[in-house]
């Protein structure tokens, strides 16, 4: 597989009030197309961080980040927005879902904020809505989903523009057991099924031990991890 990503000397710092906080060190990754990669870490070592470079919502303080070649550092504010739309799904802990709409209208909304048509967009997110296992609870407001219905709602709609990459941030982190296997399930199936390149960032090592390879982040460097 070739590489998707590639993290040349990243560092990450933030400024505070009275010091600045190094987040990430000298980073030096390759993410390849199609993998499943996992990235745990204890609370506050950078997971989030290094998930946001990825995704174009942050920038690094040093080092260059490629993504199929092309300098991200590079893109102007208008191309990190085409390329999050066209390029990237996301999926986070909490769902974001707005709960006066339906789980269709949730997941539909994004492509119909980008100027799709309902009439086009419609049936794309009816069939990801099948496919996540909600052809039952299309019309049902997400206000009346359980939790993990409402995140199966949220990776159908991260996964509806067919991207390149899917970003996850602990998205079993606010489920039961049951539920967070359910995603996990999906997580990985998807993986497959569709050749998108995962990367989750999660601190449950049952989910972890299911991708393709693992990272840890600790005092703001990336070793690889085992959860044989």
Sequence with gaps: MAALYHFNSVSKRFPGHEETTQILKNINL??????????????????????????????????????????????NPDEKAAFRNRSLGFVFQFHHLLPEFSALENVAMPALINGARRKDIWPEAQAMLERVGLAHRMQSKSSTLSGGERQRTAIARAILMRPRVLLADEPTGNLDEASGQQIGDLLTELNRELGMTLVVVTHNQELAARMDRGLELRAGALYEKSFA
Excluded: C, N
């Excluded at 998930?51 to 174009?56: I, N, Q, R, T, V």
């Excluded at 919502?57 to 991200?72: A, K, R, T, Y």
């Design 30 to 75: 390759e993410v390849r197309e199609g993998e499943a990669l996992a990235i745990v870490g204890a609370s506050g070592s950078g997971k989030s961080t290094l998930l946001h470079l990825m995704g174009a919502l942050d920038s690094p303080s040093e080092g260059v980040i490629h993504f199929d070649g092309q300098d991200m550092a590079q893109m």
